[in-house]
């Protein structure tokens, strides 16, 4: 039996330990496609309005399609600084049921309409001063925009609220 260096084994299991963050997934429970779809919903929309449940899933599943983004649900809401601190590891209770009906929606193929393209969000009534955000949409105390070349960009402000467009 050939023996490892200890060196190595270090290596080996830090290495490991990265790969398991990178990926969204904690050393103690790997979270399903819908337990990570909830947990966005949760901490960036819970006591939102159907509408910005749905955004924010739609979001997701933007960032799971394009290659500047991990190709997983649970890759994109565990990327390090891209939604709400401690998503993945903060506890949540049980999901309440319209976060979980509208996570198993989205994952099922729903989208919010006028999301179109977007695969970022912010608090509404926060305002920034670059010039490549094209909002799209204002839904759920969230202000939606895709990042464009600034003379590509035509809603240059988030337009009024909308909220009533998904079903149920």
């Given at each position: 039996?050939?023996?490892?260096p200890?060196?190595?084994?270090?290596?080996?299991?830090?290495?490991?330990?990265a790969?398991?963050?990178?990926?969204?997934c904690?050393m103690?429970?790997?979270?399903?496609?819908?337990?990570?779809?909830?947990?966005a919903?949760?901490?960036?929309?819970?006591?939102?309005?159907?509408?910005?449940?749905?955004?924010?899933?739609?979001?997701?599943?933007n960032?799971?399609?394009?290659?500047?983004?991990?190709?997983?649900?649970?890759?994109?809401?565990g990327?390090?600084?891209?939604?709400?601190p401690?998503?993945?590891?903060?506890?949540?209770?049980?999901?309440?049921?319209?976060?979980?009906?509208?996570?198993?929606a989205?994952?099922?193929?729903e989208?919010?309409?006028?999301?179109?393209?977007?695969?970022?969000?912010?608090t509404?009534?926060?305002?920034?001063?670059?010039?490549?955000?094209h909002?799209?949409?204002?839904?759920?105390?969230?202000?939606?925009?895709e990042?464009?070349?600034?003379?590509?960009?035509?809603?240059?402000?988030?337009?009024r609220?909308?909220?009533?467009?998904?079903?149920?």
């Amino acid at each position: 039996m050939t023996k490892i260096p200890h060196s190595r084994l270090r290596l080996g299991a830090v290495l490991a330990s990265a790969l398991l963050v990178l990926t969204g997934c904690s050393m103690f429970h790997r979270h399903t496609e819908l337990e990570c779809m909830e947990r966005a919903m949760y901490f960036e929309a819970n006591r939102s309005s159907r509408d910005g449940l749905i955004a924010v899933g739609s979001v997701v599943m933007n960032r799971v399609q394009s290659n500047q983004f991990p190709n997983s649900v649970c890759g994109v809401v565990g990327q390090k600084g891209q939604f709400a601190p401690g998503i993945m590891t903060r506890r949540m209770d049980k999901a309440p049921p319209q976060v979980r009906e509208a996570a198993r929606a989205v994952l099922r193929g729903e989208r919010h309409p006028l999301i179109g393209n977007a695969m970022f969000f912010h608090t509404a009534g926060h305002r920034f001063s670059y010039d490549n955000m094209h909002y799209v949409l204002v839904a759920g105390g969230n202000a939606f925009y895709e990042k464009r070349k600034n003379y590509l960009v035509t809603q240059p402000v988030p337009p009024r609220p909308i909220e009533g467009m998904t079903g149920r």
